[in-house]
Nanobody
């Protein structure tokens, strides 16, 4: 079982930047993939960015060019760098990872984009 703990959320103005961090309890290099999802109020949870085990990276169309996912295997940490934030980026951001057809989730961190 893998546990994730996110940090770095907060209130930011439109156009601002924020970096989320996620520390895993075990080796992230052994996972099939690591990802960030988000859930806005009244909406379904959606994938934001994902790193596959082979190194391929996928982004949701809504964040491509503004967000960057990265990982530091030696620190078992996954990052989400967010630039040019918009009001519609507001939501709870969840770090997660997959292993052997199971998905492990963190508790989430709130990101609010507002002036």
């Amino acid at each position: 079982q893998v546990q994730f703990v996110e940090s770095g959320g907060g209130l930011v103005q439109p156009g601002g930047s924020l970096t989320l961090s996620c520390v895993a309890s075990g080796s992230i290099s052994s996972l099939d993939d690591v990802a960030w999802h988000r859930q806005a109020p009244g909406k379904q949870r959606e994938m934001v960015a994902r790193i596959l085990s082979g190194g391929n990276i996928r982004y949701a169309a809504a964040v491509k060019g503004r967000f960057t996912i990265s990982r530091a295997n030696s620190q078992n940490t996954v990052y989400l760098h967010m630039n040019s934030l918009k009001a519609e980026d507001t939501g709870v951001y969840y770090c997660n990872g997959g292993l052997a057809f199971r998905r492990y989730w963190g508790q989430g961190t709130q990101v609010t984009v507002s002036s």
